[in-house]
C-alpha cells in the first residue's frame, strides 16, 4: 500500500510540473538562423559559445542576430539511431544576411511542431522530451526533423533551477495509420 501512495504522489508531483496542456501544437513555424556547426560532445558547449560569439563579431553580425541563443540537434536520436553528435550554435538573422565560413546560414521551416517550454537547468532538458514525446505520439504524429532548443534565459542572471528552455519538434502526421 505504501508503494502505491508513493506511486500516486510521485505521478501527481510530475504531472503537476509538466502538464500536457503545456505542449503545444503550433503551424508554419519558419525562420532563417546562422550557425556554427559543432561535431562533438554537448560537453563543450560553453567553448563553442565563445567560438560562435567571436565568428559573429568577427564577421560583424552582431546588429543582424535577433532573439537569443538556441542549438539545433541535427543528429538528433529522434530522427537518427545512435550518438547525438552533430549540433549547431545559432542565433534568429533575417533571410538576406550573408554568412561567411565557419558559420552557415539555414532556414527553419516547418508546417507543423510540437512546443513546450522546460523551466530547470539547461543540462537537464533532456527531462522535457519524456514529456512532449508521449503527447506527439498520443496525436498521431512521428518527428520529421531537428528539434530545437531555446534557451530563454542567461544562468548567469537567473537561478538554474528557473532557467526556462523553449523545445521545437518538427512533426507531421503519421501516414498509413488506422485510427
Not at 541563443?69 to 538576406?96: K, M, P
Not at 514525446?133 to 504524429?141: A, D, Q, R, Y
Amino acid at each position: 500500500m505504501k508503494k502505491i501512495i508513493i506511486f500516486v504522489i510521485s505521478l501527481f508531483l510530475v504531472l503537476s510540473l509538466y502538464p500536457q496542456d503545456q505542449v503545444n501544437i503550433k503551424e508554419n513555424v519558419s525562420f532563417w538562423y546562422v550557425f556554427l556547426e559543432v561535431k562533438g560532445s554537448r560537453l563543450e558547449t560553453p567553448e563553442k559559445i565563445r567560438i560562435f560569439l567571436q565568428e559573429i563579431q568577427k564577421q560583424e553580425l552582431q546588429s543582424k542576430i535577433s532573439g537569443g541563443l538556441f542549438c539545433v540537434l541535427f543528429d538528433s536520436i529522434l530522427q537518427v539511431e545512435g550518438v547525438r553528435d552533430v549540433w549547431a550554435l545559432a542565433y534568429n538573422i533575417s533571410e538576406d544576411t550573408v554568412a561567411h565560413f565557419p558559420l552557415k546560414k539555414a532556414e527553419y521551416h516547418y508546417k507543423k511542431v510540437a512546443t513546450t517550454i522546460y523551466k530547470g537547468p539547461y543540462d537537464t532538458v533532456g527531462q522535457a522530451y519524456n514529456i512532449i514525446l508521449p503527447v506527439v505520439e498520443e496525436n498521431n504524429f512521428e518527428v520529421i526533423g531537428p528539434p530545437v532548443e531555446r534557451w530563454l534565459d542567461d544562468p548567469d542572471q537567473v537561478k538554474l533551477e528557473d532557467c526556462r528552455t523553449e523545445i521545437i519538434i518538427p512533426v507531421r502526421e503519421k501516414k498509413g495509420q488506422i485510427a
